[in-house]
């Protein structure tokens, strides 16, 4: 994957001097350096979903810590397969490749499969912590990974998270984070951006390069500590961020079927903890196909 250029037939991306391109060379220079997790990293103008790309690359031998981000995104993907796009250089769209199967630098025992299911959230963690020094904006997470920001004296979607395991040993997680859309430009009334959410600033350089600061600072604690959420206070920093703990929620199952009641917890497997007329249960991530506040029709 080349780096960032403009390809024949598309418009020069200086054309709009708010939303200029990101510098490639100055962002290598800050995130590749020695004792970083990140090995290598990649601006394309362009590409379908950087997901897709990287765990296409990742199955080839690409080593852990490939950062893969995109100018835009033509077929971005949620969970569940959701679709969604944004305008050229309105936010930040990346993926990372880890390999938590493996050695990893220094050693690192190889961290347990069955705790690769709290990446996604610890990506969660990473990003609202980051944006919200970079940025200086409140930020909070939706369980289990959607970025929320305080807009109007709402809270509304600013981004999310998608974690994909590749081959034995890897998983992809792509970000998606909206940086300066207007709010004509946002995909639906309920979404947001760091700029309608008052940012200090919205230069995507920095943002991006503490974003990925705090992403391999919090991955390489979780290896040290083999996964554990306890041990790596991953799972203390989540609940604490964690907007949806303490409401009334309405988790749509699979088959139609649905459990309301209030969350009260996240477990050691990073599953949500609903106490209802039943007592407590937990449901995980791909197990809810929405999750809705209880009252919400």
């Known amino acids: 994957m080349t780096s960032f250029g403009t390809p024949s037939g598309t418009s020069n991306p200086w054309s709009d001097l708010n939303r200029p391109p990101l510098n490639a060379a100055a962002l290598r220079r800050a995130i590749v350096v020695p004792g970083a997790v990140w090995s290598s990293l990649d601006v394309v103008a362009a590409t379908g979903s950087t997901n ?8 080839s031998g690409t080593p852990e810590g490939a950062v893969l981000v995109a100018e835009e995104q033509t077929s971005g993907r949620g969970r569940l397969d959701r679709r969604w796009s944004a305008p050229p250089r309105s936010g930040l ?3 990372v490749l880890l390999r938590p199967g493996g050695t990893g630098a220094g050693g690192l025992t190889p961290v ?15 990003v609202a912590t980051a944006l919200s020094s970079a940025a200086g904006v409140d930020t909070a997470l939706k369980w289990p ?11 509304r979607k600013a981004g999310g998270i998608l974690a994909e395991r590749v081959g034995g040993d890897g998983v992809v997680i792509g970000v998606g984070v909206n940086v300066s859309l207007t709010a004509d430009e ?3 009334a309920t979404a947001t951006s760091l700029a309608l959410a008052g940012a200090h600033g919205t230069d995507r350089d920095p943002l991006l390069r ?3 600061r705090s992403l391999g600072d919090w991955y390489g604690r979780w290896r040290e500590a083999e996964g554990d959420p306890d041990r790596s206070r991953l799972l203390h920093a ?3 961020g964690c907007a949806t703990l303490g409401r009334q929620v309405r988790a749509e199952l699979p088959g139609g079927r649905d459990l309301s009641g209030t969350a009260v917890a996240v477990d050691g497997d990073g599953r949500l903890v609903i106490a209802g ?21």
């Open 52 to 59: 897709s790309d990287l765990a296409a690359k990742a199955t």
């Open 93 to 95: 769209f990346f993926s």
């Open 112 to 126: 347990p499969a069955h705790r690769w299911g709290w990446l996604p959230l610890l990506a969660g963690v990473a």
């Open 145 to 155: 990974n959607d970025l929320l920001l305080v807009t109007d004296g709402e809270e």
């Open 186 to 188: 946002l995909p639906v």
């Open 210 to 212: 503490a974003v990925l």
């Open 238 to 240: 989540y609940a604490a």
């Open 277 to 297: 007329p039943k007592g407590e249960q937990a449901v995980g991530a791909g197990d809810v196909v929405h999750l809705r506040p209880a009252a919400e029709e």
